[in-house]
């Protein structure tokens, strides 16, 4: 760190950057580009391990755990239960699920892996959804991320049709050979 003086002002500059922006190195680490607490960079130590797989494995940065995933028919999917289970960060998880410990990972009402509280509380597209009575369903878009970790979605009926496709090939060309009858 730098103290610069100047009258009736002082400016301390730190020589350290982390992701383009200067931090206090005393104060905090810098991983991934960003500036973690000394809490937050022992919760989140397994995102960074060195002797993780990084090409078979990814971090969930919002509680710090570590899944598989593997591609199957050009799509890749967890390979791995999720375990996300902070009912604080998102609602829809209080009563919405059964977690199991370990690498078993949880189970979810519908209502929470749609995080059916953070769709009604949308500022753009309010929607109440996830329960099985006619007046609360919806019409869900193409890709919904629900309580899945950034940069996923919850798998829809495409996706399940191309998984079907490339686990069960047999399966396609018996219906295209009774189509042809």
Not at 47 to 73: M, N, P
Not at 130 to 154: A, D, F, K, M
């Amino acid at each position: 760190a730098y103290e610069f003086v100047c009258p009736n002002d002082t400016a301390k500059v730190y020589a350290a950057l982390c992701g383009g922006q200067p931090y206090d190195p005393t104060k905090g680490y810098c991983v991934l580009d960003t500036v973690r607490t000394p809490e937050e960079y022992k919760k989140y130590k397994a995102c960074w391990e060195k002797s993780t797989d990084w090409t078979t494995h990814f971090c969930d940065t919002r509680d710090g755990s570590v899944y598989a995933f593997l591609e199957i028919g050009g799509q890749v999917w967890m390979g791995q239960n999720l375990g996300y289970a902070d009912s604080i960060a998102t609602p829809s998880l209080i009563k919405g699920k059964e977690c199991f410990g370990g690498n078993l990972g949880c189970i979810y009402t519908w209502a929470a892996a749609i995080d059916s509280i953070a769709l009604a509380r949308n500022p753009d597209n309010p929607m109440t959804c996830g329960y099985n009575t006619p007046e609360s369903r919806c019409h869900l878009p193409q890709l919904v991320r629900g309580i899945c970790p950034h940069g996923w979605h919850l798998p829809n009926a495409n996706d399940f049709a191309l998984l079907k496709d490339a686990l069960f090939p047999a399966l396609n060309n018996l219906s295209h050979e009774q189509d042809a009858y």
